[in-house]
């Protein structure tokens, strides 16, 4: 008996490893764009960015505040992320999307028409290790050009 437990526990211990390493991130708080850190080049970028995340489950809510040339504009996303189709609306018009995970990344789709143009935009959101930084690529199509723009965000503290 002791030797059949002897060869069971790496088993078990394995299969808590990749149970571990699996889980989703939690992306609820606060978080502030690190501008010396972002790109959002062909795009003028904001001079600050804040991001509040509640994440409960797969209920995600995204209200994005940004000050820059044009003004403060703040946004409000709803998503889950088990894949299913959502609505949101951003500056009065309708954009479709989904988000879903691969592995810890989470990924979110969606495509709007602006001035009777097709925008479709993949972000990709790691969490680092600690879980105190946020990375997005956005890799942004239009029919014009593709290109990518990386935000990077701080958790804040409560103080």
Same mark, same amino acid.
């Given at each position: $008996?002791?030797?059949?437990?002897?060869?069971?526990?790496?088993?078990?211990?394995?299969?808590? $490893?990749?149970?571990a390493?699996s889980?989703?991130?939690?992306?609820?708080?606060?978080?502030?764009m690190?501008?010396s850190?972002?790109?959002?080049?062909p795009?003028?970028?904001?001079d600050?960015?804040?991001?509040?995340?509640?994440?409960?489950?797969?209920?995600?809510?995204i209200?994005?505040?940004?000050w820059?040339?044009?003004?403060?504009?703040?946004?409000?996303?709803?998503?889950?992320?088990d894949g299913k189709p959502?609505?949101?609306?951003?500056?009065?018009?309708?954009?479709?999307?989904?988000?879903?995970?691969?592995?810890?990344?989470?990924i979110?789709?969606?495509?709007?028409?602006?001035?009777? $143009?097709?925008?479709?935009?993949?972000?990709?959101?790691?969490?680092?290790?600690?879980?105190?930084?946020?990375?997005?690529?956005?890799?942004?199509?239009?029919p014009?050009?593709?290109?990518?723009?990386?935000?990077?965000?701080?958790?804040?503290?409560?103080t």
């Amino acid at each position: $008996m002791p030797c059949a437990a002897i060869r069971i526990a790496p088993l078990i211990l394995l299969l808590a $490893m990749l149970s571990a390493a699996s889980t989703e991130p939690n992306f609820t708080g606060e978080w502030k764009m690190d501008p010396s850190r972002s790109s959002f080049s062909p795009l003028p970028a904001p001079d600050s960015m804040v991001r509040r995340i509640t994440h409960q489950g797969s209920h995600l809510k995204i209200v994005t505040t940004q000050w820059g040339q044009q003004r403060e504009i703040t946004t409000e996303l709803s998503y889950t992320t088990d894949g299913k189709p959502c609505k949101n609306i951003i500056r009065g018009e309708g954009v479709s999307g989904s988000a879903h995970w691969s592995g810890a990344q989470l990924i979110i789709e969606s495509a709007r028409e602006v001035q009777g $143009m097709h925008i479709g935009q993949r972000e990709t959101w790691t969490l680092s290790g600690d879980g105190q930084t946020l990375t997005i690529i956005n890799h942004v199509q239009t029919p014009q050009a593709a290109f990518d723009i990386t935000i990077v965000l701080e958790k804040q503290h409560a103080t």
